[in-house]
């Protein structure tokens, strides 16, 4: 990694997570392809049958820090 990639790095992680979460996305759609539009509808699909679920009650969300906490236990290392 460069010098500028690290500062780059050093600044966006003093972002805001919601900020830090954006700037990712926004960086990954800069080096992939965007998706065929029968996938865009898939995931549009999903994600209506998902929101429909956790309306209904039908399953249980889990917040985030809990995930982590997981995810962490699982696989280790060292957490922020």
Partial sequence: MNASVSKLFK???DLAEADRAA???L????????PAPEIDA???QEIE???H???A???K???WDEVKQRLWARFGGAQD
């Fill in 11 to 13: 600044e966006a992680s």
């Fill in 23 to 25: 700037l990712a996305g």
């Fill in 27 to 34: 960086l990954l759609e800069s080096i992939e392809p965007f």
């Fill in 42 to 44: 898939a995931w549009a």
């Fill in 49 to 51: 049958r998902r929101l």
């Fill in 53 to 55: 679920q956790i309306e």
């Fill in 57 to 59: 009650g039908e399953v």
């Fill in 61 to 63: 969300t889990v917040p």
